[in-house]
């Protein structure tokens, strides 16, 4: 375990600070340049970054903003080297590096134009969005509106078609009261009616 603590030199000062600066060109984070030096000077990376926001990083202001320009431009230069076939096949995915990044890294000019001209692009589109929004609202109410009127229009059928199954239900009934009087009178006749028998054996019905 890495417990050296001695006191830094004047050069272990500018190793850490030049592995530093190395690794904000590469596009690389404070940490691995950390965990770099503590390698080469046996301590500990919590050790080599106190050392760097305590001390050093005040003495390389300058040298700071020169290797994040540079690492700037090599962005650029590496973003316009890509063939275009290669851009519509592979899109570069961003790194676990890339993600960790200190939190003093710059915003880039370019995602500044672009954010705004998005802001100006979102707040063009408001008033026809507004315009489709209370159009929709429109459609909405008329439609709820039709949807009520069906409704109604649905309970009215189903009373009329109640009331008319209630009068055929009656038809029925009477119907067959008919048919069972006309038996029964059928019947009636039948069994008061006074037959005799011709000379051939057929029976005749003799009228009262």
């Known amino acids: 375990m890495k417990v050296r603590q001695d006191a830094w030199s004047h050069e272990d000062d500018v190793l850490l600070a030049e592995t530093v600066l190395k690794h904000i060109i590469e596009g690389s984070t404070q940490l691995r340049a950390f965990d770099e030096v503590g390698d080469e000077l046996n301590r500990t990376s919590a050790a080599c ?31 316009f080297s890509y063939y275009p076939q290669m851009r519509s096949m592979w899109t570069p995915q961003p790194s676990i590096e890339r993600m960790n990044q200190s939190l003093d890294s710059e915003m880039s000019i370019e995602s500044v134009i672009h954010y705004l001209q998005t802001v100006m692009h979102t707040n063009a589109q408001s008033p026809s969005l507004q315009r489709d929004n209370e159009k929709l609202v429109k459609e909405n109410k008329e439609l709820e509106s039709r949807n009520r009127e069906l409704e109604r229009e649905l309970k009215k059928i189903k009373q009329d078609n109640s009331i008319i199954e209630e009068d055929y239900q009656s038809l029925i009934q009477i119907m067959n009261r008919a048919r069972r009087m006309a038996i029964l009178e059928d019947e009636e006749s039948l069994s008061t009616a006074a037959f005799k028998m011709d000379k051939n054996g057929n029976l005749e019905k003799l009228a009262k």
């Open 49 to 79: 970054g106190f050392r760097w926001n305590a001390v050093v990083r005040n003495r390389y202001m300058k040298q700071i903003a020169e290797a994040k320009k540079e690492r700037k431009e090599r962005k650029r230069a590496a973003s």
